[in-house]
């Protein structure tokens, strides 16, 4: 049996930044009869309020501008909320090689802070949206949900903490979770810091494409729509207690993602130009996302490179709106 959200408040956070937005996108059109409250602190690198443009006027939408580590704000917010969905968090990966402060601030604290308020309230579950960059390199077999964490990077080793914090109030107190583990998601309104809009908007920019170290570095893609899509059905079908990877398969090195961004652009391989490596730098992520596809019946929609065109042509025609000024990378 499934979770009927009807006449339910899911409390979405984060949903101003890249997949959030989408996520909110599609289930506020979707369940009409469902409330969605958003909040998000629109932190300056991630937080965008034009993202959730679409769903501005919805009637069951309301966008709040807070903080998830606001005990006295959430307190508020989460004792009519059913649901949360936590997307809110410190997400690039660079920024945490640099300074992990605020990391441990959003992606532990704010998570722990919103499941002890989640036990109070009693809401039915807390939907964790994490990453396979908890289970850490992998040079291996894909990583399946029981595979041990071994996060390499701050950002992952909070992201790791964010989970075993829901763990731990689940054995002490039966909190009700779900968590899914995702790949790499690339797709409209990602970021400017990662790879894809930092190819194409240096490209169509300065003609060239800053690579890191030898290029030789494999990630796992997946387009935000089928990630959208494969979040919905956990929302509505996932266990009660259940992690669920959610990948391709696609894995790919980033010389060759540079190389097929481009050839959309129509440049010249030549604009690849290698920059030095980003310190401790993972050499792959792979997750095997079977449980998924047998047990909830999910699978990706969207060709890679057909989704990888629509996402460049949508940085190279959007730019002039999207990137700040004086913006700067690699
Ligand atoms: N992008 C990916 O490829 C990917 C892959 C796997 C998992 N994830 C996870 O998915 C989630 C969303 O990722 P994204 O790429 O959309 O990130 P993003 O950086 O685009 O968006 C994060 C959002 O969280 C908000 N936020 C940050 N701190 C906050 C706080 N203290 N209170 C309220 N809001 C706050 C930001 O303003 C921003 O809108 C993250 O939890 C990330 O760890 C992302």
């Excluded at 599609?26 to 991630?46: K, N, Y």
């Excluded at 401790?280 to 998924?292: E, M, N, Q, T, W």
Aim: net charge negative; with cysteine; charged share 25%.
């Amino acid at each position: 049996m499934g979770y009927d959200i009807t006449g339910k408040t899911v409390l979405v956070t984060g949903a101003a930044g890249f997949i959030g937005s989408h996520f909110v996108e599609e289930a506020v059109s979707r369940f009409p009869e469902t409330d969605f409250v958003v909040i998000d602190i629109l932190t300056p690198h991630a937080g965008r309020l034009e993202n959730l443009a679409p769903v501005q006027e919805m009637d069951n939408f309301r966008f709040i501008q807070g903080d998830i580590c606001d005990v006295a704000l959430m307190d508020e917010v989460m004792k009519d909320c059913d649901v949360v969905v936590n997307f809110a968090a410190e997400s690039l990966v660079d920024f945490s090689v640099r300074d992990a402060e605020q990391f441990i601030r959003t992606n532990i604290d704010g998570v722990y802070r919103m499941v002890k308020l989640g036990m109070k309230h009693g809401i039915d579950f807390f939907l964790q949206i994490s990453t396979d960059e908890v289970y850490g390199e992998n040079l291996g077999e894909p990583s399946k949900e029981n595979a041990p964490f071994c996060p390499t990077n701050p950002y992952s080793v909070t992201k790791a903490a964010a989970e075993r914090m829901i763990f731990a109030e689940d054995r002490a107190f039966g909190f009700p979770y779900k968590i899914v583990r995702m790949c790499n998601n690339f797709g409209p309104r990602e970021n400017l810091h990662n790879a894809i809009p930092v190819f194409t908007c240096r490209a169509v920019r300065e003609n060239r494409i800053p690579v890191y170290g030898d290029g030789r570095q494999i990630r796992e893609w997946m387009f935000v729509k089928d990630a959208v899509e494969a979040i919905i059905l956990v929302l509505l079908n996932g266990g009660i207690g259940e992690v669920y990877n959610i990948g391709t398969g696609v894995r790919i090195q980033n010389i060759e993602l540079a190389r097929r961004v481009a050839r959309i652009l129509g440049k010249d391989e030549s604009v690849i130009k290698f920059v030095p490596d980003r310190p401790g730098h993972d050499v792959r992520y792979a997750i095997d996302s079977s449980k998924i596809r047998e047990t909830l019946g999910w699978e990706p929609r969207y060709s890679f490179d057909e989704a990888l065109e629509r996402t460049v042509l949508w940085f190279a025609s959007n730019l002039d709106t999207i990137e700040p000024s004086g913006f700067s990378r690699r």
